[in-house]
C-alpha cells in the first residue's frame, strides 16, 4: 500500500464493501492490533481520542468526573480527592490530600472540570445531572458522557467505530453537533449514512489495490464512484421486498389467464393448493404486524422526552425486541419466497 497521511481538520468517512476490514483499519489506527504488513506510526505530539462505548466501566462514577477522565491523570486525581473527602475525620490523610491537590493545580484542575462542564451542556447534558451517577443515564445519555471525555483530552484525531448503535435520533443529532465543532481530524466507521452524509468531508474507500481517498462529501463520492456501500442490509431487504410485490402481482396476473387456475388444481392436490394459499396470506399479515410494531418502536426511540432518562433496561430490552422482529421478517420473507415458488411451480 502506498504512503498515505491524513489531513488535519478533515472528516474522513471509512467505507468499503462488507468484510473489506473498515473496523480492522480503525483498531490498527487505534494502536489496539497491529498491521500484518507495512509500517504505520503516529508522531508522538499527535494525542490520539478513541470512542469506546464501554460506558459500564463508569456506572458508579459521577458524569462529570466520567468527562474529566479523558485527561486520566487528572480524572483520577480528582476521583481520588473526592474519595479522601468522603473518609471519616480520623482516617482523612492530610499527606495525600496535599499531594491530589498539587496535582489538580499542576493541571489546571479547577478549569478543566468547568471545561468539561460545557463540553457536557453542548452534548446536550443539562448541569443539574453533571453529579449524578453514570448508572441514571440512558445509553444514548452514557455515549454523549463519553464523547464529552474524549473531547475534554483535547485530542488531535478522534476514531468512532460504529457510533451511533442504539442511539435515538435526539442522541444521534447531539452527536453530530458535538464532533462538527471539533476542529481536529475525525476518522469514522459507521453504517448510518445519515450520519455519513452529516459528517464527512473526506471518504476513504478500501479496495482490493489499496485506500481511495476521495477529497469530497458521502453523496459527491457516490455520485463520482457509483458505489453507495451504506445501509447494505436495508437496501437489500428493501430491494427484496419490492422484487416481491412485484413477482407477487406478477403471478396474480398470470393467475387470471384462461385456464390456468384449473390447469394448477389438475396437477396438485387441492387441499395442499388451499393449504399452501392460506399459509401465504397468514405470512404477510405477520410480516406487515412485525412491520408495524417495529414502526412504533422506532416512534418510540425517536421521542427524546421518553428515551433521554429511560432506565437503561427498558430502553435494551425494546431494543431488543426491535432487533427480534427485523430477524422474524426476515426468517418470514424466505418463508414466503418458498410457499410462492411452490403455488408457481403447482401452476405450471
Known amino acids: 500500500?502506498?504512503?498515505?497521511?491524513?489531513?488535519?481538520?478533515?472528516?474522513?468517512?471509512?467505507?468499503?464493501?462488507?468484510?473489506?476490514?473498515?473496523?480492522?483499519?480503525?483498531?490498527?489506527?487505534?494502536?489496539?492490533?497491529?498491521?500484518?504488513?507495512?509500517?504505520?506510526?503516529?508522531?508522538?505530539?499527535?494525542?490520539?481520542?478513541?470512542?469506546?462505548?464501554?460506558?459500564?466501566?463508569?456506572?458508579?462514577?459521577?458524569?462529570?468526573?466520567?468527562?474529566?477522565?479523558?485527561?486520566?491523570?487528572?480524572?483520577?486525581?480528582?476521583?481520588?480527592?473526592?474519595?479522601?473527602?468522603?473518609?471519616?475525620?480520623?482516617?482523612?490523610?492530610?499527606?495525600?490530600?496535599?499531594?491530589?491537590?498539587e496535582t489538580i493545580q499542576r493541571l489546571d484542575g479547577y478549569a478543566a472540570e468547568s471545561r468539561a462542564a460545557e463540553i457536557l451542556e453542548g452534548l446536550g447534558i443539562p448541569a443539574e445531572v453533571h453529579r449524578r451517577p453514570l448508572s441514571t443515564s440512558s445509553g444514548g445519555f452514557k455515549l454523549r458522557v463519553l464523547l464529552a471525555q474524549m473531547l475534554a483530552s483535547s485530542p488531535d484525531v478522534l476514531l468512532l467505530d460504529e457510533p451511533t448503535n442504539h442511539l435515538d435520533i435526539e442522541s444521534i443529532k447531539a452527536l453530530v453537533a458535538g464532533l462538527k465543532a471539533f476542529d481536529g481530524t475525525l476518522i469514522m466507521v459507521s453504517h448510518d449514512r445519515w450520519f455519513v452524509r452529516e459528517l464527512a468531508t473526506r471518504i476513504m474507500e478500501i479496495t482490493p489495490q489499496g485506500i481511495l481517498d476521495f477529497p469530497g462529501t458521502y453523496d459527491e463520492y457516490v455520485h463520482a464512484c457509483g458505489d453507495d456501500h451504506l445501509d447494505v442490509d436495508a437496501v437489500l431487504l428493501e430491494a427484496r421486498r419490492a422484487a416481491s410485490a412485484k413477482e407477487r402481482g406478477s403471478r396474480r396476473a398470470e393467475g387470471r389467464r384462461e385456464g390456468r387456475e384449473a390447469s394448477a388444481r389438475r396437477k396438485v392436490n387441492p387441499y395442499r393448493l388451499r393449504q399452501l394459499e392460506r399459509r401465504r396470506d397468514d405470512v404477510l399479515a405477520e410480516i406487515e404486524a412485525a412491520e408495524r410494531r417495529v414502526a412504533e418502536i422506532d416512534a418510540t426511540f425517536a421521542d427524546s422526552e421518553y428515551y433521554g432518562w429511560t432506565p437503561v433496561e427498558q430502553v435494551q430490552a425494546l431494543q431488543r425486541e426491535r432487533e427480534a422482529l427485523v430477524q422474524r421478517v426476515e426468517l418470514l420473507l424466505r418463508e414466503w419466497e418458498g410457499v410462492e415458488q411452490e403455488l408457481a411451480a403447482s401452476a405450471g
Do not use: C, W
Open 1 to 101: 500500500m502506498r504512503e498515505r497521511g491524513l489531513r488535519r481538520a478533515e472528516r474522513y468517512g471509512l467505507v468499503g464493501a462488507n468484510g473489506s476490514g473498515e473496523t480492522t483499519l480503525l483498531r490498527i489506527l487505534s494502536g489496539d492490533i497491529e498491521p500484518d504488513e507495512g509500517v504505520f506510526s503516529i508522531p508522538r505530539s499527535v494525542r490520539l481520542g478513541v470512542l469506546r462505548q464501554d460506558q459500564f466501566l463508569y456506572e458508579d462514577q459521577e458524569i462529570l468526573s466520567v468527562a474529566l477522565m479523558g485527561h486520566r491523570e487528572l480524572g483520577e486525581a480528582l476521583v481520588a480527592k473526592e474519595e479522601l473527602l468522603a473518609r471519616p475525620r480520623e482516617q482523612f490523610d492530610v499527606e495525600r490530600f496535599a499531594q491530589l491537590e
